[in-house]
């Protein structure tokens, strides 16, 4: 069983997606983790239902400094099969922290 998210919120900057690595690799989920260029964070994994469930709620409650917002649920199949967990990075590691800060900063001057 699969699961893509979208996740929205305060997710970029605040160690988000180091947080769901480690979360993902301590309940043996394999998939991956990367951040998107509107301030959102992608997540795909695979594993059972009731883990991928386990996920999905523990996002719920905004882990770390991350204040979650919202999380759009696609659920399927696995068609690629993942060996582990893993982050991934796009690009120059210091061009992504600056848009992961920009991004950051644009999220906590939102007014809601």
Do not use: H
Request: glycine share 12%; with cysteine.
């Amino acid at each position: 069983m699969g699961v893509k998210l979208i996740v929205g919120g305060r997710v970029q900057g605040v160690n988000f997606r180091a947080n769901v690595f480690d979360y993902c690799r301590a309940m043996g989920l394999t998939g991956f983790v990367r951040n998107l260029g509107d301030g959102s964070v992608e997540i795909a994994a695979c594993g059972s239902r009731l883990e991928l469930e386990k996920l999905i709620e523990w996002i719920k409650k905004s882990p770390g400094l991350s204040r979650v917002k919202e999380i759009n649920v696609k659920w399927g199949k696995c068609d690629v099969r993942f060996e582990d967990f893993e982050i991934k990075r796009e690009g120059n590691f210091v061009k992504e922290q600056a848009r992961n800060f920009k991004n950051l900063g644009k999220e906590i001057l939102r007014r809601d």
